[in-house]
């Protein structure tokens, strides 16, 4: 079995003892000639060529609630914690946030003439507008706001992207969403009734009151979402929100190179908390989301309508992405399983062409990106683990990048990803998706043209993939909680090559980034 590569028997070393629970990977991670004879053989391939069009600046955003923005950043404007933490994975351009979600169909902007629908949960105002636009200024953010929908009113609807317009300044505004997830209107409810008195959607009792016929699908859809934009002030639109074929099969019909739809929005989960059949692929376990599954049905069936926004000079984003649907499950989305699945799905989505993402964060869920704590003017924050594999995505796919192509050899959990750019920068991810098993990898680079030299490696690291704290990217931890939301630069662990290529090891349920300079141009 060859060596490894300079560092990792010190790393194999200190982390060996750490994973009992699972006896191959302690072998694995005890070092010496043991732990590289359990490692499985694997080949990385990188080719020359990239495959892809250059990553976006604004490509990794967040999505949140209409009600989170002023529990996170009002009282005294946005806290440093929380700027730090967006600005991280966007640290060029203008990082994108999406305020809607489950929210926007549950929201209004009271006007005079317009009556408050019954299923609306959450009224807008000034106040709001004020908070989102303090954050948007301290991003310099763009922002994707989602305007009412389901109440199908014209007025209603208009309304709130009036005063959208009104309050906050056209430079931070970059479309409005109309409406979320359609296909649901027919089975989550509008909002219920008991005894004449009206509950929210979300209550326990009453009749369930729906918004839609059960009749009503993608045609009454486009023609109901086509009455109600011809009310709203010129503002670009993006939609139709949902994963649903169907309806964007419908939908896509109101995209052309001059269409007031300038960009198709997506929803995409790796697993779905409302299956209850365990043997589903799509039933939330760490296992399951460890799987290609988890990764390959994020876009299933949507490439067409990727290609046909880029025909027609429009964007294509996930506005809604996470590991599970509904908030998450605790002990599945709140662990390093998540962290390895967002890098992952992050790569997975820009292969196909997506233009961007955002990823959906809420207080207090266990699919959250992390919490905030404390009152303002003292926020601290608590990190949670898909933030870390968003970051990791982030460090390995920087703003002006193409992905590379790519063929590997060995496990199907050994998963890889190489970016060229922005100049001699060049980046090879490596996940290793086994829980128990490490993987030694052979990675070959083409001669010349895709870097020269010693690299410099950072590993995601966890305890176990159940792991829900612990975690470190290269060598670092944002702790229990954190006051700056800043990550110290990776501890230097430099690689050198063999030929043509490296010889790295990455330990089971962990990731390894080799970062290499290209040879000069010109």
Known sequence: MPRMSNGISRRARRLGPGVAALATVAIALAGGAAGARAAVPATVSVAANTVTRP?????????????????????????????????????????????????????????????????????????????????????????????????NDRGLAAAEARAFRATIPGRYLSAIDLGNEMPLYTSVPWYRVSGGTL?????????????RSPSWGPIPFVRDYTRVLGALPPIPVAGPDTQNIAFFGAYDRLLSPHSRVRMLTSHGYGLNTCVTNAHVPTYPTIAHLLTRYALDDLLAGLSPSIALAHRNRASFRIDEMGSVTCGGRPGVSDTMASALWAAQALFTVARAGVDGVNLHTYPGLPNALYDLNGPPGARTATVHPLYYGALLFARAAPAGSRLAAISTRGPLTLRAWATAGPGRARHVLLVNASPNQAAAVTLNLPRGAFASGSGQLQRLTAPDVRSRDGITLGGRSFGPVTATGTLAAPRANPVSPRGHGYRVWVPAGSAALLTLMGPPTG
């Open 55 to 151: 990553v976006a600046p604004d490509f990794l955003g967040l999505a949140l609630e209409f009600s989170t923005v002023p529990q996170w950043a009002g009282g005294g404007g946005p806290p440093a914690v929380l700027v730090n933490l967006i600005r991280n994975l966007t640290p060029n351009g203008h990082p994108s946030v999406r305020i809607g979600g489950l929210s926007t169909d549950r929201t209004w902007w009271p006007a005079p003439g317009v009556r408050r629908p019954a299923g609306v949960t959450y009224a807008l105002g000034p106040g709001w507008a004020e908070t989102v636009t303090a954050l948007a200024r301290a991003l310099n953010a763009r922002l994707i706001l989602g305007v009412n929908f389901e109440a």
């Open 199 to 211: 509950l929210p959607w979300y209550a326990t009792g009453g009749q369930a009151v729906f918004s």
